[in-house]
């Protein structure tokens, strides 16, 4: 008896707090979202296979907010900032990060500046959305903290595919408004030829990209992982705040401008990449390295054209479990500048000759 009378209890419990669901008008979703009741937890997209937007759809600040594409396609409009929050400064910023949303089960969503702009929040989800042609970023993540990015397939971004970075606004800093410890998993970007990176890291702290693609058309690089102050990449990157990044299993299947990887971090945060496959030859380097605690591992693949270039003469890299052709060799030549897979090109002031004492080779695969 009191068993059944707890069961009846929590049935009553979970029937009394069932989410507030709210159903998005075809009319006007911009509007919608401007006007979210404050009770509102699930919002659906289910009035129509298709909707529209010219503007920003602005998201409430709320402690959790469902977006459920319900599979339909959402068109925005050319100046479309997409889902969005507006931000004054850095201040505003830090009293609003209670806020999180998981954005889901979208068709497509075409079109517009970004698809996904996300700012100021902490445990945010933005999950199984085919992203269509946007013209700056499909995804743009500002101070958004410990975001997950998953089963996300990014098509032809005019410029950026999927940004994780520091907040812009007035106050903001390399150090105070970082996506930490954000997780991009299963997302594939399918570039253009005005594609420049098709995924990017700026100044944030242990973020991990697992299990992600970069096709399509030419871009400049595949993964832009910078943490260089003010955006100078003419200089090592001095941001004291970055330690670590995570790069797994990633599968490139299309030629690079510039360098599949730039590699530009602060000398003591470490950088692991491992199993990457590059499929097809590669004239750009396939990795261009500036600072960092860079670590390859369990690379199989790997052709005698393919070449690591560095822009220090000192670089701090560790080879281990690799293909053999991903190796240095036991000397420098052509003048200094070339030992095996390394090479110094394009190098900084001061840095004339190339130099192996930080660089390490260790149990060749094959």
Known sequence: MVRSGSCFLWLLFAFCSKATEYV????????????????????????????????????????????????????????????TRRITDQADA??????????????????????????????????????????????????ALMTRVENVLVTKPAKRGIVVRIGDWPGATWSNSQSNHTVVEQCRVYAMATTTQAFTV??????????CISEGGPCDHDLFLSAAIGGNEDQPARNTVVKQFTLSNFHVEHAVRKASIHVNMPPKAVVDLSQIYWNGPQKAPVISYVSGQLNLSDIGWFTDDMRIATRVTSPRINIDRCHSALATGDRVTNGGVRAGVLQLVDPLPGHTALGLRYVRVRTPSM
């Open 24 to 83: 998005v008008p075809v009319q006007d979703v911009a509007g919608f979202f401007a006007k979210l009741p404050k009770d509102a937890t699930y919002v659906s997209f289910s009035a129509a296979a298709v909707y529209k937007c010219d503007g920003d759809i602005v998201l409430p600040d709320v402690q959790l907010l469902v977006i459920d594409g319900k599979g339909c396609k959402l068109v925005l409009g050319p100046n479309s900032n997409g889902f």
């Open 94 to 143: 830090a009293k609003r990060t209670g806020s999180r949303y998981t954005i889901r089960d979208f068709a497509s969503i075409e079109g517009g500046k970004k698809a996904i702009d996300l700012k100021a929040t902490l445990g945010s989800t933005v999950s199984n959305l085919r992203l269509v042609g946007q013209s700056e970023a499909a995804i743009d993540l500002r101070f």
């Open 202 to 211: 700026l100044h944030c702290n242990g973020v991990r990209m697992i299990d």
